[in-house]
């Protein structure tokens, strides 16, 4: 079937009336960009443009909810972007509901988010929400010169650090906590420990949280339970 | 009515885009045209030899039954190769989702199927009038005995299909679609013979005779229309057309 011949298909079978078919398929013909390829057999088509054929047909009898099981799998990133893109310019028309395992595009295109752990809901709310209910302290990478394990030792025993270890034993990089309450005093006492100590310090940087850090969060700690 | 129509003509069409429709027609005819050909040089060699040996030649009717009592082992071969592809293609290209969710029933899924096959085979049908065409051209058959048997015949696709249908749909498997299918309208095909051997009961053998495709047809064959084996035909093709039904109706659920 071709392009146009299948999206049409598909508005007949959702009951779109008759006078309005050619102008809904026009519409979302228009609106997936597959104005170039509509005379051309959907068989043929790259997975993009399949991928872009199917969208159009859910879209053809203007729904009022859309469902999308991970939209841009099996994409190349320009078609990623675009499906991104289109997702986004469909937001005030129809509510959408997509599922997906790249937490990125999540973030990118979703306002309210939920993350489900064994069919229940462990996590919902905004992006800016759930980064803050993972809130355990800010995250800190160090990287030093020598002696990164004696390091670690040294920054347990200062209160208001919380789990130092080291991540990248070549690279002497090790990562910690600091509680969110005594911020300030407690990084003076780092960075004089590490001066004091003779480590060197080379790095220290501030981690900001992602979307990643949540997802496992509440996965970890459900599965304690 | 509009959304069996719109599922029938994109079947419809979708077969004479691809060759699966030429291949169909392609053997369906060519068997035909061989079947033909070999009982007409030997319907002319009885003829020829009739005077001599003193013996009554066998007559057109006789060629023309012949001929579509046939096309019954041809039509076991091509009916599978049509249904298997019904439901079995769509599922695994996961094509038959849309139709899923259409705001649509499952029996007007069915019949949209189902006439688009009935189609492509009555389309094959009067393709292959051509045979009987040349008999009446030549010679001086009862054109009464052509009709019935065409009507016999297409009867008779129209319950191979509907069985077809109710195999494909239960698998995703083509292969599986295709040996059960042939399979089973072997079954059909031969039960009457195998009906006495099968059971002692008088009642059951003429129960297993009943359903057996074959005593049916040759009514139509004999030249007759009688409302008792129109009536199986349609039982038959309507039983297995509900059996579909129910398939895909409960497959939405899943």
Request: proline content about 3%; some cysteine; aromatic content about 10%.
């Amino acid at each position: 079937m071709k392009v146009e011949e299948a999206i049409t298909f598909t508005a007949k079978l959702r009951k779109v009336p008759s006078d309005k078919q050619k102008e809904a398929v026009n519409k979302a013909i228009n609106a997936l960009s597959l104005e170039s390829v509509r005379n051309r057999l959907v068989g043929n088509l790259s997975k993009g443009f399949r991928q872009r054929v199917a969208f159009a047909k859910a879209i053809v009898h203007d729904p009022e909810v859309l469902i999308l099981d991970e939209p841009t799998e099996g994409l190349d990133p320009n078609q990623i972007a675009q499906m991104r893109e289109l997702i986004r310019s469909l937001k005030g028309d129809h509510t959408i509901m997509l599922s997906s395992h790249i937490l990125s595009e999540v973030a990118n295109t979703c306002d309210i988010i939920m993350i489900i752990h064994k069919g229940k809901i462990v996590q919902k709310g905004t992006y800016e929400e759930l980064i803050k209910s993972a809130d355990s302290g800010q995250l800190y990478h160090l990287k030093v010169g020598r002696k990164p394990k004696d390091l670690v030792g040294a920054l347990s025993s200062i209160a208001g650090v919380l789990h130092p270890n080291i991540i990248a034993e070549e690279e002497n990089l090790l990562e910690f906590r600091i509680d969110g309450a005594s911020a300030d005093p407690t990084l003076d006492a780092v960075a004089k420990a590490v001066i004091d100590g003779g480590y060197g310090i080379r790095e220290l940087t501030v981690k900001t949280k992602s979307l990643e850090e949540v997802f496992f969060k509440s996965h970890t700690k459900k599965s304690k339970i | 009515m509009g959304a069996i129509l719109t599922i029938a003509k994109r079947d419809f069409k979708s077969a004479f885009a691809s060759p699966k429709a030429a291949a169909i027609f392609f053997f369906f005819l060519m068997t035909m045209g061989l079947f033909f050909y070999n009982f007409v040089a030997s319907l002319l060699e009885a003829q020829a030899r009739a005077p001599m040996m003193g013996g009554q030649a066998p007559n057109l009717e006789e060629l023309i039954r012949a001929l579509f009592y046939n096309l019954h082992f041809t039509l076991i071969l091509i009916i599978p190769a049509i249904t298997m592809a019904t439901f079995a293609e769509e599922k695994k290209n996961q094509s038959f989702r849309i139709l899923q969710t259409a705001p649509i029933t499952a029996l007007q899924i069915v019949l949209g199927k189902f006439l688009a096959i009935a189609g492509i085979m009555a389309v094959v049908l009067v393709a292959s009038s051509i045979y009987p065409l040349f008999l009446v051209k030549y010679g001086n058959p009862d054109s009464g005995v052509i009709y019935t048997s065409y009507l016999g015949i297409f009867l008779l696709i129209c319950g191979q299909l509907a069985f077809g249908l109710w195999v494909s749909s239960m698998t995703k498997n083509q292969i599986m679609a295709f040996i059960f299918t042939m399979f089973g309208l072997f079954m059909l095909m031969v039960l009457n013979w195998l009906a006495p051997n099968l059971t002692g009961n008088d009642f059951f053998e003429s129960m297993l005779k009943y359903i057996a495709s074959t005593e049916h047809l040759d009514v139509f064959f004999k030249g007759l229309i009688t409302i008792a084996d129109i009536a199986y035909f349609v039982l038959f093709a309507g039983i297995f057309l509900f059996f579909t039904n129910i398939v895909i109706d409960s497959q939405r659920w899943r």
